[in-house]
């Protein structure tokens, strides 16, 4: 089934840390490429992070860099990916997104799939 199923937002203080998690279906999505992106209230969706199907090419939004991590597993037909958040900042407060078919065209980047969302919350 082609739903993903995103986990581990929550409420953090600013400076701190947080994994979410997104389950597929490996059958699937086990050789697409996948990423994360967000949106926080009033604003457009924003690209965070990509990877590609293998786990050996990444990339990551401006705002993100060296501070995020995308990571994934494609084990016993499933993907689990990741996105290990540090020094986070109230302005990471956002509905984060797991997305597959992630791609880029003209510097926008967008998906095919998309799950849920998950919450996070940032505090000053």
């Known amino acids: 089934q082609e739903t993903l199923v995103e986990s581990g937002g929550g409420l953090v203080q600013a400076g701190g840390s947080l994994r979410l998690s997104c389950a597929a279906d490996?059958?699937?999505?086990?050789?697409?490429?996948m990423g994360w992106f967000r949106q926080a209230p009033g604003k457009d969706r924003e690209f965070v992070a990509f990877i590609n199907w293998s786990g050996d090419r990444t990339d990551y939004g401006d705002s993100v860099k060296d501070r995020f991590t995308i990571s994934r597993d494609n084990v016993n037909h499933t993907v689990d990916l990741y996105l290990q958040m540090n020094s986070l900042k109230p302005e990471d407060t956002a509905v984060y997104y797991c997305a597959a078919d992630v791609w880029s065209k003209d510097s926008t980047w967008s998906a095919d799939y998309w799950g849920q969302g998950t919450q996070v919350t940032v505090s000053s």
């Open positions: 490996g059958h699937i999505f086990s050789t697409h490429a």
